[in-house]
Protein backbone atom coordinates (compact mmCIF):
# COMPACT_ATOMS: atom_id res chain seq x y z
CA UNK A 1 0.00 0.00 0.00
CA UNK A 2 0.96 3.75 -0.11
CA UNK A 3 3.45 5.26 2.22
CA UNK A 4 4.08 8.42 3.08
CA UNK A 5 7.75 10.02 2.97
CA UNK A 6 8.93 10.97 6.16
CA UNK A 7 11.96 12.36 7.07
CA UNK A 8 14.51 12.01 8.92
CA UNK A 9 14.16 8.17 9.00
CA UNK A 10 15.88 8.64 12.79
CA UNK A 11 17.19 11.60 14.77
CA UNK A 12 20.05 11.73 17.65
CA UNK A 13 19.60 14.48 19.91
CA UNK A 14 20.57 15.62 23.77
CA UNK A 15 18.16 16.64 26.22
CA UNK A 16 16.47 19.95 26.12
CA UNK A 17 17.21 20.08 21.91
CA UNK A 18 14.43 21.13 19.63
CA UNK A 19 13.20 18.73 16.67
CA UNK A 20 11.56 18.93 13.89
CA UNK A 21 10.69 16.01 11.63
CA UNK A 22 8.63 16.38 8.21
CA UNK A 23 6.09 14.40 5.75
CA UNK A 24 5.24 14.64 1.89
CA UNK A 25 3.25 13.10 -0.25
CA UNK A 26 2.62 12.87 -3.99
CA UNK A 27 -1.04 12.97 -3.20
CA UNK A 28 -3.21 15.54 -1.69
CA UNK A 29 -4.54 15.11 1.83
CA UNK A 30 -7.65 16.72 3.93
CA UNK A 31 -6.42 15.86 7.18
CA UNK A 32 -3.06 15.49 8.32
CA UNK A 33 -2.29 13.25 11.83
CA UNK A 34 0.92 12.86 13.98
CA UNK A 35 0.81 9.80 16.04
CA UNK A 36 3.53 8.68 18.74
CA UNK A 37 4.50 4.59 19.31
CA UNK A 38 6.67 3.43 21.96
CA UNK A 39 7.96 0.03 22.09
CA UNK A 40 5.55 -3.03 21.42
CA UNK A 41 2.57 -0.05 22.05
CA UNK A 42 -0.10 1.26 19.49
CA UNK A 43 0.48 4.61 18.40
CA UNK A 44 -0.83 7.69 20.15
CA UNK A 45 -2.38 10.87 18.67
CA UNK A 46 -0.51 14.15 18.96
CA UNK A 47 -2.10 16.50 16.88
CA UNK A 48 -4.71 16.39 14.25
CA UNK A 49 -4.67 19.41 11.41
CA UNK A 50 -7.66 19.72 9.33
CA UNK A 51 -7.15 23.09 7.18
CA UNK A 52 -4.37 23.94 4.83
CA UNK A 53 -1.93 26.42 6.54
CA UNK A 54 -3.48 25.56 9.66
CA UNK A 55 -0.88 25.43 12.66
CA UNK A 56 -1.73 23.61 15.85
CA UNK A 57 -0.15 22.90 18.98
CA UNK A 58 -0.26 20.73 21.72
CA UNK A 59 1.98 21.63 24.53
CA UNK A 60 5.65 21.42 23.74
CA UNK A 61 4.45 20.55 20.21
CA UNK A 62 4.13 22.07 17.12
CA UNK A 63 2.44 21.01 14.01
CA UNK A 64 1.30 22.55 10.78
CA UNK A 65 -0.86 21.39 7.55
CA UNK A 66 0.93 22.59 4.26
CA UNK A 67 -0.31 24.61 2.12
CA UNK A 68 -0.30 22.54 -0.84
CA UNK A 69 -1.97 19.89 1.43
CA UNK A 70 0.50 17.57 0.14
CA UNK A 71 2.88 18.46 3.69
CA UNK A 72 2.89 18.75 7.09
CA UNK A 73 5.78 19.26 9.52
CA UNK A 74 6.38 18.30 13.92
CA UNK A 75 7.91 20.39 16.28
CA UNK A 76 8.90 19.47 19.20
CA UNK A 77 10.50 22.08 21.70
CA UNK A 78 12.89 21.37 24.51
CA UNK A 79 12.85 17.91 24.24
CA UNK A 80 12.84 15.52 27.00
CA UNK A 81 13.51 11.64 28.01
CA UNK A 82 10.01 10.96 27.74
CA UNK A 83 9.65 12.46 24.23
CA UNK A 84 11.89 9.34 22.96
CA UNK A 85 10.03 6.80 20.61
CA UNK A 86 8.83 6.66 16.74
CA UNK A 87 6.39 9.58 15.33
CA UNK A 88 4.25 8.65 12.34
CA UNK A 89 2.55 11.21 10.46
CA UNK A 90 -0.76 10.04 8.71
CA UNK A 91 -3.04 11.31 6.29
CA UNK A 92 -6.74 10.81 5.32
CA UNK A 93 -7.80 11.72 1.58
CA UNK A 94 -10.55 13.55 -0.13
CA UNK A 95 -13.78 11.76 0.01
CA UNK A 96 -13.95 9.05 -2.12
CA UNK A 97 -14.75 5.08 -1.44
CA UNK A 98 -11.65 5.03 1.66
CA UNK A 99 -12.87 7.96 3.05
CA UNK A 100 -11.82 6.92 6.51
CA UNK A 101 -8.30 5.24 5.62
CA UNK A 102 -5.37 6.81 6.83
CA UNK A 103 -1.84 6.19 5.29
CA UNK A 104 0.73 6.32 7.07
CA UNK A 105 4.81 7.84 6.90
CA UNK A 106 7.55 5.52 7.26
CA UNK A 107 8.30 7.02 10.97
CA UNK A 108 10.62 9.02 12.75
CA UNK A 109 12.74 7.11 15.73
CA UNK A 110 14.09 9.78 18.12
CA UNK A 111 16.43 8.62 19.88
CA UNK A 112 18.06 11.07 23.41
CA UNK A 113 21.47 10.66 24.00
CA UNK A 114 22.82 11.25 27.51
CA UNK B 1 -12.20 8.62 26.81
CA UNK B 2 -11.50 6.53 23.66
CA UNK B 3 -9.89 3.75 25.04
CA UNK B 4 -9.35 0.75 22.96
CA UNK B 5 -8.66 -2.26 23.93
CA UNK B 6 -7.02 -5.53 22.78
CA UNK B 7 -6.41 -9.30 23.62
CA UNK B 8 -4.64 -10.97 23.92
CA UNK B 9 -1.89 -8.65 23.93
CA UNK B 10 0.49 -11.81 22.75
CA UNK B 11 -0.14 -15.17 21.59
CA UNK B 12 2.71 -17.76 20.22
CA UNK B 13 0.81 -20.49 18.48
CA UNK B 14 2.04 -23.49 16.02
CA UNK B 15 2.27 -23.30 12.26
CA UNK B 16 -1.22 -24.41 11.00
CA UNK B 17 -2.89 -23.16 13.62
CA UNK B 18 -5.97 -20.68 14.04
CA UNK B 19 -5.61 -17.24 16.12
CA UNK B 20 -8.33 -14.93 17.20
CA UNK B 21 -7.71 -11.51 18.42
CA UNK B 22 -10.25 -9.01 19.99
CA UNK B 23 -10.57 -5.32 19.30
CA UNK B 24 -12.74 -3.51 21.89
CA UNK B 25 -13.66 -0.08 22.06
CA UNK B 26 -14.11 0.59 25.92
CA UNK B 27 -16.11 3.68 26.24
CA UNK B 28 -17.75 4.81 22.63
CA UNK B 29 -19.21 2.77 19.83
CA UNK B 30 -17.53 2.21 16.50
CA UNK B 31 -19.16 1.24 13.41
CA UNK B 32 -15.96 0.99 12.02
CA UNK B 33 -12.79 -0.08 13.03
CA UNK B 34 -9.70 -0.91 11.17
CA UNK B 35 -6.96 -3.42 11.47
CA UNK B 36 -3.46 -2.96 10.99
CA UNK B 37 -0.15 -4.97 10.42
CA UNK B 38 3.13 -3.90 11.39
CA UNK B 39 6.57 -5.58 11.02
CA UNK B 40 9.04 -4.96 12.81
CA UNK B 41 11.21 -1.68 12.22
CA UNK B 42 8.41 -0.61 10.07
CA UNK B 43 5.03 1.25 9.40
CA UNK B 44 1.73 0.71 9.81
CA UNK B 45 -0.06 -1.40 7.26
CA UNK B 46 -3.58 -0.86 6.46
CA UNK B 47 -5.52 -4.56 6.40
CA UNK B 48 -9.01 -4.34 6.56
CA UNK B 49 -11.66 -1.72 7.14
CA UNK B 50 -13.87 -4.13 9.59
CA UNK B 51 -17.81 -2.30 9.60
CA UNK B 52 -20.54 -3.35 11.83
CA UNK B 53 -22.70 -5.77 10.51
CA UNK B 54 -21.50 -6.13 7.11
CA UNK B 55 -18.63 -7.07 5.30
CA UNK B 56 -15.27 -5.89 6.04
CA UNK B 57 -13.17 -4.48 3.17
CA UNK B 58 -9.87 -5.51 2.52
CA UNK B 59 -6.77 -3.83 1.22
CA UNK B 60 -5.18 -4.84 -2.05
CA UNK B 61 -2.95 -8.12 -1.04
CA UNK B 62 -4.44 -9.01 1.67
CA UNK B 63 -6.27 -12.35 1.85
CA UNK B 64 -10.25 -12.52 3.26
CA UNK B 65 -10.02 -16.03 3.56
CA UNK B 66 -6.71 -15.92 5.93
CA UNK B 67 -7.79 -12.86 8.29
CA UNK B 68 -11.18 -13.38 9.05
CA UNK B 69 -13.17 -10.24 10.49
CA UNK B 70 -16.09 -10.48 11.78
CA UNK B 71 -17.50 -6.91 13.21
CA UNK B 72 -20.59 -8.20 15.80
CA UNK B 73 -21.05 -5.53 17.80
CA UNK B 74 -20.18 -1.44 18.06
CA UNK B 75 -18.00 -2.65 20.63
CA UNK B 76 -16.23 -5.61 19.42
CA UNK B 77 -14.38 -6.18 16.30
CA UNK B 78 -12.16 -9.87 15.91
CA UNK B 79 -9.68 -10.71 13.49
CA UNK B 80 -8.84 -14.68 13.04
CA UNK B 81 -5.50 -15.54 11.75
CA UNK B 82 -6.40 -18.90 10.00
CA UNK B 83 -3.71 -21.83 9.14
CA UNK B 84 -0.91 -19.02 10.24
CA UNK B 85 2.68 -19.64 9.50
CA UNK B 86 5.65 -18.23 10.88
CA UNK B 87 5.64 -15.40 7.76
CA UNK B 88 2.66 -13.83 9.81
CA UNK B 89 4.26 -13.45 12.50
CA UNK B 90 3.98 -9.61 12.95
CA UNK B 91 2.14 -6.73 15.32
CA UNK B 92 -1.61 -6.52 15.04
CA UNK B 93 -2.70 -3.44 15.69
CA UNK B 94 -6.74 -2.32 15.91
CA UNK B 95 -8.02 1.09 15.54
CA UNK B 96 -11.13 2.33 16.07
CA UNK B 97 -12.77 6.07 15.15
CA UNK B 98 -14.95 7.85 17.89
CA UNK B 99 -17.65 9.88 15.73
CA UNK B 100 -19.79 10.80 19.27
CA UNK B 101 -18.25 14.10 19.69
CA UNK B 102 -16.90 13.41 23.29
CA UNK B 103 -13.18 12.94 21.89
CA UNK B 104 -11.27 16.31 21.94
CA UNK B 105 -10.35 14.53 18.60
CA UNK B 106 -12.60 12.74 15.96
CA UNK B 107 -9.84 10.04 14.92
CA UNK B 108 -8.55 7.00 15.11
CA UNK B 109 -7.61 5.57 18.67
CA UNK B 110 -5.28 2.51 18.45
CA UNK B 111 -5.16 -0.62 20.80
CA UNK B 112 -2.36 -1.47 21.91
CA UNK B 113 -1.43 -3.95 19.59
CA UNK B 114 -1.16 -8.32 19.86
CA UNK B 115 2.14 -9.74 19.31
CA UNK B 116 1.85 -12.83 16.83
CA UNK B 117 4.64 -15.47 17.08
CA UNK B 118 4.04 -18.49 14.86
CA UNK B 119 6.36 -21.22 15.42
Known amino acids: GQQLNQSPQSMFIQEGEDVSMNCTSSSIFNTWLWYKQDPGEGPVLLIALYKAGELTSNGRLTAQFGITRKDSFLNISASIPSDVGIYFCAGRGPPQGGNEKLTFGTGTRLTIIP | GAVVSQHPSWVICKSGTSVKIECRSL??????MFWYRQFPKQSLMLMATSNEGSKATYEQGVEKDKFLINHASLTLSTLTVTSAHPEDSSFYIC???????????????FGPGTRLTVL
Open chain 2, 27 to 32: DFQATT
Open chain 2, 95 to 109: SARDTSGSSSYNEQF
